[in-house]
């Protein structure tokens, strides 16, 4: 079984249904509203675990109500929580998503989540040191992340960097990754004045920008290579990016070729996306499995 180690964040994802997404000023009538298990950290963790990885999470979530229940969800998914710490001094992170007109759109408090130090990372170094893979994200703070990336250059052990929200980071951190997946937007930040054939030449098998829809790409080495996704019917796209994450982790932690792992990864994905919730449709490995 794969061990994965994931750090970043975790949060409570307060959704609302609309068939109209308001403009600055305008109010429109609601839908539905749900609160639902998220943050891009969780959402990877527990996509991992369902598909058969043993998980352990690092973060932060406060001494609240929805702390509990994020707590309660990591249980419920087998994801490892000893390096998760309820913090007093900050709420639970949270995420407020509008679903309207076929898409989403996020405002993130990062609450709790602010406090994935690089002190609360040292706490969870034997994870670390343990895992096959570490996946992190950006919903926590930049040093956190570059520590993270030096932690794992020294353990080596492989870290997959999932850089959303974007940002810009350091060539450190790009060197020290394994793994870079940006979607095209985040890619542009990443590597300001280069084209996306330019940046994937230059990190053949390490840059794999995600095109939605139209699948993943990447350079082998010969060539640019591009992976479709599959057709679906989107009932909700938030956590497709989280679930792609995880599934690509897992696989490449077990040892399959690249070109596999975006496959099963690109499977997981869109087989999220057909139930509400960035958790909800996140696939077991057989489902994976059912369906490639
Ligand atoms: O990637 C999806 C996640 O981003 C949501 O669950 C929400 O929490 C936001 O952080």
Redesign the pocket.
């Known amino acids: 079984m794969a061990k994965v180690c994931v750090i970043g964040?975790c949060?409570m994802?307060l959704v609302v249904t609309s068939t109209k997404r308001p403009l600055a000023g305008e109010t429109v009538l609601g839908e539905g509203f749900s609160t639902v298990p998220?943050?891009?950290g969780a959402?990877q963790a527990v996509a991992a675990a369902r598909l058969g990885a043993e998980v352990a999470m690092v973060g932060c979530v406060g001494e609240d109500f929805y702390g509990t229940a994020i707590m309660e969800n990591f249980k419920k998914n087998r994801v490892l929580t000893t390096n998760v710490e309820p913090v007093t001094h900050a709420e639970s992170g949270t995420?407020h998503?509008i679903l309207a007109e076929g898409d989403n759109s996020?405002i993130?408090v990062k609450g709790a989540n602010n406090l994935v130090t690089p002190a609360l990372v040292e706490r969870a170094l034997e994870a670390i040191r343990e895992s096959d893979m570490v996946l992190i994200q950006q919903?926590i703070p930049e040093e956190t992340v570059s520590y993270v990336s030096e932690v794992c250059h020294k353990f080596n052990v492989p870290m997959l960097l999932n850089p959303?929200p974007a940002r810009p980071i350091t060539e450190a951190i790009i060197e020290n990754a394994a793994y870079l997946t940006p979607n095209e937007h985040e890619r542009a930040i990443l590597f300001p004045g280069m084209s996306t054939a330019e940046a994937l030449q230059k990190y053949p098998n390490k840059l794999f920008i995600t095109e939605g829809s139209k699948g993943v790409r990447y350079y082998d080495g010969n060539q640019e290579v591009l992976v479709p996704t599959y057709k679906v019917n989107a009932i909700d796209t938030?956590?497709a990016?989280?679930t792609f994450n995880a599934a690509f982790a897992v696989a490449l932690a077990e040892g399959n070729s690249i070109r596999a792992s975006v496959k099963f990864a690109n499977r997981a994905a869109s087989l999220s996306v057909t139930k509400f919730g960035?958790q909800g449709g996140m696939p077991t490995r057989a489902e994976v499995e059912a369906n490639l």
Request: net charge negative.
């Open positions: 964040s949060s994802d998220g943050g891009k959402n995420a998503i996020i993130v919903e959303a938030t956590g990016g989280d960035a």
